[in-house]
């Protein structure tokens, strides 16, 4: 083989190669920020009011993988307060596999949340409640099988 087609080749090599990453950087999926990012960065003062309450609790909320699903476990002064709010798995990743909950507690302060309608993942879940006009706030981290 002369030096000729040597030439073609690597410049038909180099251009497969540089089509191949174009196509790979059209087509990725690289959603990392919330879609409502502004709107949530200007109420963030009240994400640290919120957390700074929860850390101020006699426990923090407890949140484990169990055989029935994953049980949410409220400290001991929560367990007698009317509690309304959210759950937010997020996943960082994929925005398709986020879910929201409503909070409902039963009479021992828990609540169990069915897995099977959690896709696999990495979750943060952000925990919003409101209790008597106090707004609280909590992450955790869970994977989900």
């Known amino acids: 083989m002369n030096w000729g087609n040597k030439l073609l080749v690597t410049f038909i090599v180099f251009g497969t190669g540089m089509s191949y990453l174009v196509y790979r950087s059209v087509t990725t999926n690289f959603e990392l920020v919330d879609k409502d990012y502004y709107k949530n960065e200007l109420r963030y003062q009240e994400v640290i009011d919120g957390t700074n309450r929860a850390n101020d609790l006699s426990a923090a909320v407890k949140l484990e993988q169990s055989d029935s699903g994953i049980v949410l476990q409220w400290p001991e002064e929560m367990k007698d307060q009317i509690i309304s709010g ?12 986020d879910k929201k909950f409503i909070v409902s507690k039963d009479t021992d302060g828990m609540q169990l949340l069915d897995a099977r309608q959690i896709t696999p993942g990495n979750y943060t879940v952000k925990i919003n409640w409101k209790v008597n006009g106090k707004e609280y706030y909590t992450e955790k981290l869970i994977i989900i099988p």
């Open 86 to 97: 959210t759950l937010h798995f997020y996943c960082a990743y994929d925005g398709k596999k």
